[in-house]
């Protein structure tokens, strides 16, 4: 896909269904498993009604790649979004979808609890294969919320006003600072930031590779945890 402004994208392109409330609707929720797959199959089911069953935990990956092949569901971006994000999703059929995440769907998708490691690891390489491209606000907001190897780019990355935000990520961890800090072209403000900031000047390993107004060529080699 093309890069976009995504939050724009979210807002304009790509609302969520409105929740059905007919009574065939409710069905959807309250049938056994074994009238699932006559719902999957049903040539009449619509968008509203593919996310509305994909909110359901129960729902096998059988039935999941069934629905995934259904070309007129993929038209719709809630749909890929609720086929990723399903526990039962085959790994497959995810990370072929996953590349038509808007960039905060692929942040949600990095710090859902139990999704795959593979999966989180892929929205993870697509976010920070985006970074080039993204607005000064969005990079900003992905230094707040984003999990902790995008943080680690960001902060590599070198931008002044994403310095101050970055360094505060929960999701910031040692071994993300030290990779960042073995960067051979380092802008020296990385790590004058690192140095000063309360929590990673404290930490026993940063301070001897970011020491104020010190260059990239004065840092040691990055340790076997910073490659991670």
């Known amino acids: ?109 990095t710090l859902t609890a139990g999704a795959l490691a593979e999966l989180k690891r892929n929205a993870e390489e697509q976010l920070i294969a985006r970074l080039p491209q993204l607005p000064l606000g969005q990079k900003i907001t992905l230094a707040r919320r984003g999990p902790g190897r995008v943080a680690g780019a960001l902060l590599a990355e070198g931008q002044a006003q994403v310095l101050t935000v970055v360094l505060d990520n929960s999701n910031l961890s040692e071994a993300h600072v030290l990779k960042a800090l073995a960067k051979v072209k380092l802008e020296p403000r990385v790590a004058d930031a690192v140095a000063r900031h309360p929590k990673w000047s404290s930490s026993y390993n940063v301070p001897a590779r970011a020491g104020p107004s010190t260059g990239p060529r004065l840092f040691q080699p990055c340790s076997p945890i910073c490659r991670s």
């Open 1 to 109: 896909m093309t890069w976009r402004s995504d939050f724009m994208s979210e807002r304009d392109e790509a609302k969520e269904p409105k929740q059905p409330h007919s009574a065939s609707d409710e069905r959807l929720r309250a049938v056994s498993p074994e009238a699932l797959r006559e719902l999957v199959n049903d040539p009449a089911l619509n968008d509203e009604q593919a996310v509305l069953l994909l909110t359901r935990k129960d729902l096998p990956g059988e039935l999941i790649e069934e629905l995934s092949q259904r070309k007129a569901l993929l038209k719709s971006y809630a749909v890929k979004k609720a086929l990723v994000l399903h526990p039962h999703t085959p790994r497959l059929v995810s990370l072929r979808l996953l590349r038509d995440l808007y960039l905060m769907d692929l942040v949600q998708l």
